[in-house]
Nanobody, 126 residues
C-alpha cells in the first residue's frame, strides 16, 4: 500500500520561506510522476509543481522563480522549497504520486495521480 506523508507546513510572514517534505512508502519514486497541489477551502485544487522521472520539472506560473521541487530517491522524499511567500500562497498543500507522464513531464491533472497525502497547511500573513 502506497502512503504519502507531508510535513513542513506552518505560518510565516510575507517574504518568508518554508520547505515542505513528502515521504513515501510502498513503492519507488524513480520512474513515477510526483507533484504538489494546493487548495484553498471552497476552491478547486490546483497544481503547483511536479517532477517527472526524477528530473523534469513543471511549475504553475504563479510560483515560477519562487518555488523549487526536488526529489531525493535515496530517502524516498519529495520536497517543495518555497521562497518569497505571498498571502495568496496560503492553502493546504498536498503531495501526490502517479505513473502518467506526457512527453517526459507531469501534467497538473488530478486524475493522473493515483496516491495523495493528507495535506499540510501553509499560512502566509501580510
Amino acid at each position: 500500500q502506497v502512503r504519502l506523508v507531508e510535513s513542513g507546513g506552518g505560518s510565516v510572514q510575507t517574504g518568508g520561506t518554508l520547505k515542505l517534505s513528502c515521504t513515501a512508502s510502498g513503492y519507488t519514486y524513480s520512474t513515477l510522476c510526483m507533484g504538489w497541489f494546493r487548495q484553498i477551502p471552497g476552491e478547486e485544487r490546483e497544481g503547483v509543481a511536479t517532477i517527472a522521472n526524477s528530473y523534469n520539472t513543471n511549475y504553475a506560473d504563479s510560483v515560477k522563480g519562487r518555488f523549487t521541487v526536488s526529489l531525493d530517491n535515496r530517502k524516498n522524499t519529495l520536497y517543495l522549497q518555497m521562497n518569497t511567500l505571498k498571502p495568496e500562497d496560503t492553502a493546504i498543500y498536498y503531495c501526490a504520486a502517479g505513473s502518467s507522464t506526457f512527453d517526459g513531464y507531469c501534467r497538473f491533472v488530478e486524475t493522473d495521480f493515483d496516491y495523495w497525502g493528507q495535506g499540510t497547511q501553509v499560512t502566509v500573513s501580510s
